[in-house]
Nanobody
């Protein structure tokens, strides 16, 4: 499974950005896709996730009410709409998924994209 993110950039405080993540390659089944972020000098942290089957969503408390995760199952793509951005949202955002590549494969959540930089200026 390959994950490719896009949509990062530089935005002012209060602005918005939309990130995309497309999964390709051996994607027999994907159960969950989500976003993590890592700021300089900090550990990678969970941001949001969505279950591809029923669409249930989960958010970190720090982004609830500001970020919205959505999916397009036909395209194996998820989106992260980020509104009311703050300087503390500055980080590299990584896409992640839980998937199995073949019908006989085990599930794995160790699929990561290359990351996309989001910078929020004050």
């Amino acid at each position: 499974v390959q994950l490719v993110e896009s949509g990062g950039g530089l935005v002012q405080t209060g602005g918005s950005l939309r990130l995309s993540c497309a999964a390709s390659g051996s994607t027999f089944s994907i159960s969950t896709m989500g976003w993590y972020r890592q700021a300089p000098g900090k550990q990678r942290e969970f941001v949001a996730s969505i279950r591809t089957g029923d669409g249930d969503t989960y958010y970190a408390d720090s982004v609830k009410g500001r970020f919205t995760i959505s999916r397009d199952n036909a395209k194996n793509t998820i989106y992260l709409q980020m509104n009311t951005l703050k300087p503390e949202d500055t980080a590299v955002y990584y896409c992640n998924c839980n998937a199995r590549e073949k019908w006989f494969s085990s599930w794995s959540d160790d699929y990561w994209g290359q990351g996309t930089q989001v910078t929020v200026s004050s």
